[in-house]
């Protein structure tokens, strides 16, 4: 069974100064706590910034896709 967390961008005033890592720590002790054993994080393909931040916190890009479509 899967659940979602979401987060929108931060405001500029906050970026690169941890908060996106202190908030990845807690969800990651958080989910290990629940023995959650795997993670999916979606990402703008061109958020080379927030990418870096996954990263760095040992997250890895795959070669899946999202496809999308809108009914009008």
């Given at each position: 069974?899967?659940?979602?967390?979401?987060?929108?961008?931060?405001?500029?005033?906050?970026?690169?100064?941890?908060?996106?890592?202190?908030?990845?720590?807690?969800?990651?002790?958080?989910?290990?706590?629940?023995?959650?054993?795997?993670?999916?994080?979606?990402?703008?393909?061109?958020?080379?910034?927030?990418?870096?931040?996954?990263?760095?916190?040992?997250?890895?890009?795959?070669n899946?896709?999202?496809?999308?479509?809108?009914?009008?």
């Amino acid at each position: 069974m899967g659940s979602n967390f979401e987060r929108r961008t931060g405001k500029q005033a906050y970026r690169r100064k941890g908060a996106a890592t202190a908030l990845l720590n807690l969800l990651e002790k958080e989910l290990s706590r629940r023995s959650v054993v795997d993670v999916r994080i979606l990402t703008g393909s061109t958020n080379h910034s927030a990418q870096r931040t996954y990263e760095n916190k040992g997250y890895s890009i795959d070669n899946e896709a999202v496809l999308t479509k809108q009914f009008l």
